[in-house]
């Protein structure tokens, strides 16, 4: 059975200091590794890795892919505190992603 | 572009009974997933389908049920409700064009549906 496991489960951090975001999987027929931002509502998307070593770079987030390890890190700089969201990380196989259970960020002021 | 609708937005309905909920895709876009989100098991595949036909299914007992017409839009019905099926259900929709190897899904905003 496909198995996507994210940590840590939440982090409180203060605005402008940098998080690190896990995600490691066990998929058959990898073909991608996706990063949504979820808030009040719909996972947002934000990345999608195909290939091991290639950052992916968005503002003040970056994300990688680590094929031999089957990971994955989302890194947040400089953060603010419309970086308070769940992270979600999804693995897509034959067309269906798995998820994670999430990563709870909060951004104090 | 307009992205993924779903209506409706919220929903409460009482056990035994059945419920549409309908998402409409990204124009161009002719895959459409389905997927329950709860508290205790997070996101979860449900179907998926691709010019009117399930191409994936989840493991969701057969009370869940969708169809797709040939404009992309996409329904799902849940008979029998149960206490456990309140959720948000979100739709996601993607080009899934014969050329591209991979494919990213884009979520609409979700239906939650309460049952009492």
């Known amino acids: 059975e496909d198995k996507v496991v994210q940590s840590p489960l939440s982090l409180v951090v203060h605005e402008g200091d940098t998080v690190t975001l896990n995600c490691s999987y066990e998929?058959?027929?990898?073909?991608?590794l996706l990063w949504y931002k979820q808030e009040k509502k719909a996972p947002t998307f934000l990345f999608m890795l195909t290939s091991s070593g290639i950052e992916k770079k968005s503002g003040r987030l970056s994300s990688i892919l680590d094929k031999k390890e089957l990971s994955s890190i989302l890194n947040i700089t400089a953060t603010q505190t419309g970086d308070s969201a769940i992270y979600l990380c999804a693995v897509e196989a034959k067309r269906v992603l798995t998820f994670g259970g999430g990563t709870r960020l909060m951004v104090k002021p | 572009k307009a992205g993924v609708t779903q209506t409706p937005r919220y929903l409460i309905k009482t056990r035994g009974q059945q419920v549409t909920l309908s998402c409409s895709p990204i124009s161009g876009h002719r895959s459409v997933s389905w997927y329950q989100q709860t508290p205790g098991q997070g996101l979860q595949f449900l179907f998926e389908?691709?010019?009117?036909?399930?191409?994936n299914k989840g493991n969701f007992p057969g009370r869940f049920s969708g169809r797709q017409f040939s404009n992309s839009r996409s329904e799902m019905n849940v008979s029998t409700l149960e206490l456990g099926d309140s959720a948000l259900y979100l739709c996601?929709?993607?080009?899934?064009?014969?050329?591209?190897?991979?494919?990213?899904?884009?979520f609409g905003p979700g239906t939650r549906l309460t049952v009492l």
């Open positions: 389908y691709f010019s009117e036909t399930q191409r």
């Open positions: 998929v058959t027929n990898f073909r991608s």
């Open positions: 996601a929709s993607s080009l899934s064009s014969a050329g591209l190897p991979v494919d990213t899904q884009y």
